[in-house]
């Protein structure tokens, strides 16, 4: 990899010391303030860069810097109907639909990673009801012939 200061270095693996000019992280994770490789920051810390870890449940929407601050959130989650997305709006943080997926939130405003930016959580479908090939059948089902119904091969424990 090369550096800002025009030198190749090979890039610092998770929990290494790093430096953004000198000593760059692996593709994937941020050198965080206190100068170490990380995939994500705890809640509350400073970003070192937009990432959303869906593992630890953390967001950051950019890096931090002096005259735009800001600090790593937990996703939080709700019910249908609830308010949902990346940025869904004042007083929201970042929002899962309950039980814990994006796949539910459906809304028009723009998209940043494939998930709505403000939606609104849906329920999934019950097995047997009619489908499309966008709608969200419940966990194990699929949209088959536009009704939802567990694949062959599956089966209910």
């Known amino acids: 990899m090369c550096t800002s200061n025009k030198t190749c270095t090979a890039p610092a693996a998770a929990g290494a010391t790093c430096d953004d ?6 593709m994937g994770l941020f050198c965080t303030g206190a100068k ?3 995939l994500s920051v705890s809640v509350g810390a400073e970003c070192p860069g937009a990432y959303l870890n869906l593992a ?7 890096k931090s810097t002096a005259a735009n601050p800001q600090v790593s959130t937990q ?3 709700a019910a249908p109907l609830g308010v949902c997305g ?6 929201y943080g970042p929002t899962l639909c309950a039980p814990g997926g994006f796949a539910t939130c459906t809304g028009t405003s723009a998209l940043a ?20 090939e966008t709608s969200t059948c419940q966990a194990g089902a699929q949209c088959i012939a536009g009704t939802c119904q567990i694949p062959s ?3 209910c424990p």
């Not at 000019?21 to 692996?26: D, E, F, H, R, S």
């Not at 630890?56 to 950019?62: E, W």
């Not at 990346?86 to 007083?91: C, E, F, I, K, S």
């Not at 990673?113 to 499309?132: E, I, M």
């Open 21 to 26: 000019k000198a000593q760059p992280c692996l």
């Open 36 to 38: 170490t490789c990380a």
């Open 56 to 62: 630890d449940g953390t967001v950051c929407s950019a």
């Open 75 to 77: 996703i939080a989650t």
């Open 86 to 91: 990346l940025a869904p709006g004042t007083g």
């Open 113 to 132: 990673l494939g998930v709505p930016t403000r939606g609104t959580c849906t329920a999934p479908l019950p097995d047997n009801h009619t489908c499309t």
């Open 153 to 155: 091969g599956r089966y």
